[in-house]
């Protein structure tokens, strides 16, 4: 079973950054595809950003030119730098990882299809972020 722990999360104001860390149990490179994800109160989840073995990504919309998502194999984390951070930033941010590699050896790691919940089998507890105006 992956674990994966965030960390990197509290309280800016509008304008700020965070950057976030996702630390895995297991070889990065070995799962294949990972991903952040958000859930603000009352909201579903939603994907932010998604990145590859092979260090693809893709974003949601609407961090696009104010997040960046990367990895570090040699530490097995994933980053999620926050930058101008907005109001509608505020939620609860959660790494996500495909443990089975079919997403990324499928070719679905960097699409549309896999910025759902669905598609990743093993979740950190999360991290809060609270961006304040």
């Known amino acids: 079973q992956v674990q994966l722990v965030e960390s990197g999360g509290g309280s800016v104001q509008v304008g700020g950054s965070l950057r976030l860390s996702c630390v895995a149990s297991?070889?990065?490179?070995?799962?294949?595809?990972m991903a952040w994800f958000r859930q603000a109160a009352g909201k579903e989840r939603e994907a932010v950003a998604i990145?590859?073995?092979?260090?693809?990504?893709i974003y949601a919309n609407s961090v696009k030119g104010r997040f960046t998502i990367s990895q570090d194999n040699a530490v097995n984390t994933m980053y999620l730098q926050m930058s101008d951070l907005e109001v509608e930033d505020t939620a609860m941010y959660y790494c996500?990882?495909?443990?089975?590699?079919?997403?990324?050896?499928?070719?679905?790691?960097?699409?549309?299809?896999?910025?759902?919940?669905?598609?990743?089998?093993?979740w950190g507890q999360g991290t809060q972020v609270t961006v304040s105006s």
């Open positions: 297991v070889p990065i490179h070995t799962m294949g595809c």
């Open positions: 990145i590859a073995n092979d260090a693809n990504t």
């Open positions: 996500a990882a495909d443990p089975s590699g079919h997403l990324y050896s499928g070719g679905y790691c960097i699409t549309l299809e896999a910025m759902n919940p669905r598609s990743f089998g093993s």
